[in-house]
């Protein structure tokens, strides 16, 4: 795919669609030549006048919702695609795509008809209705309205990443359990165009059914690329100068085939470090012979990484260069324009030895590369820290004036290495990170941990801030991430779940509802009754809530691969629940048997790996104990 083109350029798109995630069918989208689309009205399609409504379920949020009705039950629950946009990419994807569960296609007479409206019919909508034309790419205009014919939706957007991302908006206005439907207008656009996940953790690298299977959510959270980059995914670490086998580039075309199918640009990142001599011909065509390997499949987009290693030169490079900074450049800049004249538009990334601004020698050498790397080529960076607490516009700004361009940050979070020995994952919600800091940056790409599908919660969340960074709200954002996951149904339960498995990486607390509620009943324990009983209170409800939590967190509210990964941390919060309600006892009591109940619970609890709450629970229990005479 060497002609593949990656689009720079900013495009204008907007697009009116509804529906919920489901399994996909093959299908037909209706025949034009059946529809009478002469008497198109473009003010019918304007938003009735309100007042703009906050969305608190769509993930991510959209940038404007201008109409926001009642919600339509569906019947028949029959649809129908009619595409009017031109694009024969979105003919072949909408043959796959499905807004609900439990709906059906047919060829006419459906109660849902699904319009992807052209672009001449988009420039209409928009003169008429009064929009400011948007030229991002990427953006999208949807309505869903009631008819005498059934319900219809239009999509108007400029080009297919528009109108994949309305139709990822709609299927979340679509309710499987009635069949029903949310009436809406919402004109969106997102924050940068550049939206990735990047699989650049240390432990065992994501399966690569794991990676086709999670495309389709990452898809709808509208992430527009992925990156290969795990350091212990060996062909593209210590093996990087030794050719693909035949099945890893079988792997690598499946996975190029599969993200583009889901709008996801492919992205392949080496990490080149291992014997690297700079100067030799030879290691400049090892390198390139993998990067077209990649690029032959499919892959658009193409990362040189040095993070993490020595700067110390191998074999004759002392000859040739003064520093290794300089070694580095050099190699970068032949290798980019290579790449840059066989993959046209490509995107190319370069991550530093010095890619944050604690980094000791930012101001020698990153500014020698910010002088001297060709401007074909992004600067990685990912914020202040290697994994950063906060990361503002001012501290992209301030990498900037060294990197001589603006950073594209690689986003620690939720990153967690080997979590089957640490006991810890991430699930809660990105903070920390200024409204305005997509402004200052070229792109945002996240770090997930080396559970797939138990990144998902917080990619959700880290999606969210990507598309709308000036509407985020970490709270309002995991709970639609819990809804979107786990259904109406089990998502107050998911959202409980995911607040006791944070990151004191960017938080203060692992669990800090948990932790507040404990800290006002042992604060007032013995000292003050009526507070300490309704700190009880409190407690018993968290604790009888984390009991219940198995039962709603099954595998009919979750992806099978999803209970299975979190299991363990399902179960020891639930055990939590049983020792805490034991605890209250013990302390309200003071009874010697609960004492016995305890002290057996927290010696069976310890030997679990999972550590949902952290330090939390254990120290709880134990104080618990400590109380008694």
């Known amino acids: 795919m060497k002609d593949a083109h990656f689009s720079r350029c900013l495009v204008l798109m907007t697009v009116a669609v509804m529906g919920c995630s489901a399994p996909v069918s093959d299908h037909d989208v209706a025949d034009l030549d059946s529809i009478d689309d002469s008497a198109f009205q473009p003010a019918q399609w304007c938003p009735v006048e309100q007042e703009e409504l906050e969305l608190s379920h769509i993930i991510p949020v959209p940038d404007h919702l201008l109409e926001w009705g009642k919600v339509i039950s569906i019947p028949l629950a029959t649809y129908r695609f009619i595409n009017e946009s031109g694009i024969q990419e979105l ?150 100068s030794i050719p693909f086998e035949p099945e890893e580039l079988a792997h690598l075309k499946d996975f190029a085939e599969a993200a583009l199918a889901n709008g996801i640009y492919p992205c392949l990142s080496m990490h080149p470090a291992f014997l690297m001599e700079f100067s030799n011909p030879e290691c400049f065509e090892q390198l390139m012979s993998k990067y077209q390997a990649a690029g032959d499949v499919g892959f658009n987009c193409f990362i040189m990484a040095f993070d993490d290693i020595p700067k110390e030169f191998f074999r004759d490079d002392y000859a040739f260069y003064s520093t290794f900074v300089e070694g580095q450049v050099d190699f970068a800049n032949r290798v980019g324009a290579a790449l840059a004249s066989e993959y046209p538009g490509a995107l190319l990334g370069f991550v530093p030895t010095d890619y944050h601004t604690g980094a000791e020698d930012l101001e020698t050498d990153l500014e020698y590369v910010g002088q ?59 903070t920390g990170r200024s409204p305005d800091l997509p402004q200052h940056i070229r792109g945002l790409f996240f770090n997930p941990m080396p559970y797939p599908w138990a990144s998902l919660p917080a990619l959700a969340t880290t999606a969210d801030y990507a598309w709308n960074s000036k509407a985020y709200d970490p709270d309002r ?45 042992e604060s007032s324990y013995k000292t003050d009754p009526v507070k300490n009983g309704e700190a009880s209170l409190r407690l018993r ?89």
């Not at 700004?397 to 950073?407: G, L, T």
């Open 372 to 430: 001297h790397l060709d401007k074909i080529w992004e600067i990685g960076w990912t914020g202040p820290d290697i994994v950063s607490r906060t990361i503002t516009a001012a501290d992209a700004d301030e990498f900037a004036k060294y990197a001589h361009r603006a950073p594209f940050l690689g986003d620690n979070h939720p990153v967690v290495d080997n979590p089957h020995k640490s006991g810890i994952v991430h699930l809660a919600a990105l």
């Open 541 to 629: 409800g968290i604790f009888e809530e984390y009991i219940a939590i198995p039962k709603t967190l099954d595998e009919s509210a979750l992806p099978a691969p999803m209970v299975k990964e979190l299991g363990p941390w399902i179960d020891k919060l639930a055990r939590y629940g049983t020792a805490g309600l034991t605890a209250l006892d013990l302390l309200e009591s003071e009874d010697p048997p609960q004492a016995e109940a305890l002290e057996t619970a927290i010696s069976e609890l310890a030997k679990m790996k999972a550590k949902p709450t952290g330090k939390i629970m254990p120290d709880f229990l134990n104080w618990a104990l400590s109380m008694q005479p």
């Open 91 to 240: 003919d072949d994807w909408l043959l796959k795509a499905k807004p609900g569960r439990h709906f059906t296609s047919v060829d006419e007479q459906a109660t849902l008809n699904i319009w992807f409206q052209s672009t001449a019919n988009w420039q209409s909508v928009a003169s008429t209705c009064g929009f400011q034309n948007e030229f991002i790419e990427g953006a999208y205009y949807l309505k869903v309205k009631q008819e005498y014919t059934g319900i219809s939706v239009s999509i108007f957007a400029s080009d297919i990443a528009g109108y994949r991302n309305g139709f990822a908006t709609l299927k979340q206005l679509i309710h499987d359990q009635p069949p029903s439907i949310q009436t809406a207008a919402i004109l969106d656009k997102p924050a940068t165009n550049l939206r990735g996940v990047y699989e650049g953790f240390y432990g065992a690298p994501w399966s690569w059914e794991n990676r086709l299977e999670v495309l389709p959510y990452l898809a709808d959270l509208k992430y527009n690329y992925f990156v290969l980059a795990a350091k212990d995914f060996h062909p593209i670490n210590l093996a990087w």
């Open 477 to 521: 954002s995991l709970f639609a991430a819990s809804q979107w996951l786990a259904g109406r149904a089990a998502a107050q339960s998911f959202e409980t779940f995911c607040k006791t498995n944070g990151s004191t990486f960017i938080s203060d607390s692992v669990a800090p509802d948990l932790e507040a509620a404990i800290t006002a009943y």
